[in-house]
């Protein structure tokens, strides 16, 4: 198998009801995805439509109600709080629409305090130079506009080396310009280091950056297209 046709992700029937008192809310039903080694995938959808839902079970954050996933044949649809906790620390970078830095800490001591839990880490600076940072090496969250510190955060997820890149609403806190630079920094990291990226959003817009793009609404998958032309991030106008 060509190594770009390698599936990362297999998802089948995957379904996730939270219960709420007398009231049961399904946030996924019957999904049914395959993903692949390297793509850029954009999960696209209005609020609610189960976007979060299928990031965080593929991340390991939370489990699914019934249906399978697995990760490179590995079936995590059972797997221990252990396992998924080595599964997230080891495979998965995680970027989220605030930043989480910790504010007393500088850019650097923010991206290393992940390099020191990692197998095969990139060093700090390697990873803030990635995403247009080395100048930025000593500064705090405080001296880093909001840009800054999303850049930061995705150099954070990335110094681990991660196979995989979750991305939940990155740009939803920021200005489409400042936006832009800080998508144009994931597309380099997906095409320099070949890491599988998916990435939600409410925002059709950004749906252009991806090789596929994946509809959700009422937490079914409701189409899956691949944009006629890959745009560059700066090319994107909302």
């Known amino acids: 198998m060509n190594r770009d046709e390698e599936v990362v992700f297999a998802v089948s029937g995957l379904s996730k009801v939270y219960d709420m008192g007398e009231i049961r809310?399904?946030?996924?039903?019957?999904v049914d995805l395959t993903l692949r080694n390297g793509e850029m995938v954009v999960l696209l959808g209005p609020s609610g439509s189960g976007k979060?839902?299928?990031?965080?079970?593929?991340?390991?954050l939370d489990t699914p109600s019934s249906g399978s996933f697995s990760y490179r044949g590995r079936d995590l649809t059972a797997a221990?709080?252990?396992?998924?906790?080595?599964?997230?620390?080891?495979?998965?970078?995680?970027?989220?629409?605030f930043y989480n830095l910790i504010s007393s800490l500088t850019a650097r001591e923010n991206v290393a305090a992940v390099t020191e839990i990692a197998k095969e880490p990139m060093t700090p600076e390697a990873a803030l130079a990635l995403v247009g940072l080395e100048e930025r090496l000593n500064h705090f969250p405080a001296q880093l506009s909001g840009g800054e510190q999303?850049?930061?955060?995705?150099?954070?997820?990335?110094?681990?080396?991660?196979?995989v890149l979750l991305c939940d609403e990155p740009t939803g806190a920021l200005d489409s310009k400042t936006g832009s630079v800080v998508l144009a920094a994931l597309e380099k990291i997906n095409r320099e280091l070949g890491t599988t990226t998916i990435l939600?959003?409410?925002?059709?817009?950004?749906?252009?950056l991806a090789d596929r793009v994946i509809r959700l609404a009422d937490g079914r998958v409701v189409g899956i297209e691949r944009p006629q032309?890959?745009?560059?991030?700066?090319?994107?106008?909302?």
């Not at 809310?25 to 019957?30: E, F, G, I, P, R």
């Not at 979060?52 to 390991?60: H, K, P």
């Not at 221990?80 to 629409?97: I, N, S």
């Not at 032309?229 to 909302?238: F, G, I, M, V």
């Open 80 to 97: 221990t709080d252990r396992e998924l906790t080595d599964f997230r620390r080891f495979h998965v970078g995680f970027v989220f629409q």
């Open 52 to 60: 979060s839902t299928l990031l965080n079970i593929l991340g390991g």
């Open 150 to 163: 999303q850049r930061v955060a995705i150099a954070r997820a990335i110094a681990k080396n991660p196979a």
């Open 25 to 30: 809310v399904t946030a996924l039903a019957d």
């Open 229 to 238: 032309r890959r745009l560059a991030a700066q090319d994107l106008q909302w």
């Open 200 to 208: 939600i959003t409410h925002n059709a817009v950004i749906a252009a």
